[in-house]
């Protein structure tokens, strides 16, 4: 079956850093591929995605490669801000009804 | 933009008791899902409808029922209600033109204690 492996955290790091969070699947076929972020008591939204190999997602900052001969999808950021504290799940779908199977998150702190 | 709309957003239950969770998809969404998260934990699929059918179902309890309605809202019915169903319930919305493959876009979620 499908499944995806997220570094786990929690990951502290100061403002202006760079951040890294390794992402790797398993998969039959060919997934999706994408990152939501939650926030402290909010729901999941969708971060970046991309749907086949060597895209590149990338959205306020954040940038993530589809990559298929190391079947990882890492998440950067060149300099972190507080605001960017949350949790960030990476999360693939292969079905044709387009079920999501997600990472188990990981949790990103940033200090002043 | 509109965005999925679920209801209530926090509900309290106490054990044996039933539960009803609504979902309003993002308009001209005809697909809805619904993901169980319980604390500390990654989402779970719970089960999902396309065209008012379900289209799929993942590790949702025989407790528990569904179902899309002709305007595309969807309720999730909880029966019987256990500690262990204590979670933060979300609904996902996503056109289903790319055969799965579209962005499924959530709502704020429920979170429902059972005591």
């Known amino acids: 079956g499908n499944s995806v492996t997220q570094m786990e955290g929690p990951v502290t790091l100061s403002e202006e850093a760079f951040l890294t969070i390794n992402c790797t699947y398993t998969?039959?076929?060919?997934?999706?591929l994408f990152w939501y972020v939650q926030y402290p008591g909010e729901g999941l939204q969708l971060l970046l995605k991309?749907?086949?190999?060597?895209d590149k997602g990338s959205n306020k900052g954040f940038e993530a490669t589809y990559r298929k001969e190391t079947t990882s999808f890492h998440l950067e950021k060149g300099s972190v801000q507080v605001s960017d504290s949350a949790v960030y799940f990476c999360a693939l779908t292969t079905d044709s009804w387009g079920k999501l199977q997600f990472g188990a998150g990981t949790q990103v702190v940033v200090t002043p | 933009a509109a965005g999925v709309i679920q209801s209530p957003r926090h509900l309290i239950k106490e054990k044996r008791e039933t539960a009803t969770l609504k979902c309003y998809p993002i308009p001209r969404h005809d697909t809805v899902y619904w993901y169980q998260q319980g604390p500390g934990q990654d989402p779970q699929f719970l089960i999902s409808f396309y065209e008012k059918m379900q289209s799929d179902k993942g590790s949702i309890p025989d407790r528990f029922s569904a179902q899309q309605f002709s305007d595309y809202h969807s309720e999730l019915n909880m029966s019987s209600l256990e500690l262990g169903d204590s979670a933060l319930y979300f609904c996902?919305?996503?056109?289903?033109?790319?055969?799965?493959?579209?962005?499924?876009?959530f709502g704020p979620g429920t979170r429902l204690l059972v005591l």
């Open positions: 998969a039959t076929g060919y997934p999706s």
């Open positions: 991309a749907t086949k190999a060597d």
């Open positions: 996902a919305s996503s056109s289903g033109l790319a055969g799965g493959k579209e962005t499924q876009y």
